[in-house]
């Protein structure tokens, strides 16, 4: 069963650059696609980025042209680079492998204005 820990989070001025780290232990993540998602306290958790074995990523329309995945294999990590923070992007960010795994603690990302 593969664990996975979310990290990078912090309090960020709108406009400003953050870089997230998922890293995966206990299985290697080469063989999964693996997501981002984020979630706000009383609301679902909402899907933000995907990235395939082979590499193809696609974006919610909201952090399109803005927030970046990628992976390390070698690592055992994903990444999410995110550009140009709006206050709306606060929210704990997730990781998981797809389909998914248990689900790990998060980061928090707070964006002010």
């Known amino acids: 069963q593969v664990q996975l820990v979310e990290s990078g989070g912090g309090l960020v001025q709108a406009g400003g650059s953050l870089r997230l780290s998922c890293t995966a232990s206990?299985?290697?993540?080469?063989?999964?696609?693996m997501g981002w998602y984020r979630q706000a306290p009383g609301k679902q958790r909402e899907w933000v980025a995907v990235i395939t074995r082979a590499g193809s990523t696609n974006y919610a329309d909201s952090v399109k042209g803005r927030f970046t995945i990628s992976r390390d294999n070698a690592k055992n990590t994903v990444f999410l680079q995110m550009n140009s923070l709006k206050p709306e992007d606060t929210d704990v960010y997730y990781c998981?492998?797809?389909?998914?795994?248990?689900w790990g603690k998060g980061t928090l990302v707070t964006v002010s204005s």
């Open positions: 206990g299985s290697s993540i080469s063989i999964n696609a």
């Open positions: 998981n492998t797809i389909p998914f795994s248990v």
